[in-house]
């Protein structure tokens, strides 16, 4: 079981911007695709952004394509959400899960086997 640690939350007024940070505490973080999800009160959870085991193509959801970047370092065991030109409807609570081992990025939260305990976002307007 990986244990994942969400950072970087917080209120800001609309147009602002927040990173996250997703810290890892296997050994094998390379081994491993993450995704951001978000879950807004009464909203189902909803995949935010992804990137590979190997750090390839990272995969957005329409509604944060050019404002957020996703981006990792093996190295520190981190995942890191760089969130631009927030928007109200971006408030949430934002979490980042793994998948199996040289699992596949997607979008189903289904696929996900560890999560964190997520992070505040409020966007203010």
């Known amino acids: 079981q990986v244990q994942l640690v969400e950072s970087g939350g917080g209120l800001v007024q609309a147009g602002g911007s927040l990173r996250l940070s997703c810290a890892a505490s296997?050994?094998?973080?390379?081994?491993?695709?993450v995704g951001w999800f978000r879950q807004a009160p009464g909203k189902e959870r909803e995949f935010v952004a992804g990137?590979?085991?190997?750090?390839?193509?990272?995969d957005y959801r329409d509604a944060v394509k050019g404002r957020f970047t996703i981006s990792r370092d093996n190295a520190k065991n981190t995942v890191s959400l760089q969130m631009n030109g927030l928007k109200p409807e971006d408030t949430a609570i934002y979490y980042c899960?793994?998948?199996?081992?040289?699992?596949?990025?997607?979008?189903?939260?289904?696929?996900?086997?560890?999560w964190g305990q997520g992070t505040q976002v409020t966007v203010s307007s």
């Open positions: 899960a793994v998948t199996s081992p040289l699992g596949l990025l997607t979008s189903d939260v289904g696929e996900y086997r560890s």
């Open positions: 296997t050994r094998r973080f390379d081994l491993y695709t």
């Open positions: 990137i590979t085991w190997s750090g390839g193509s990272p």
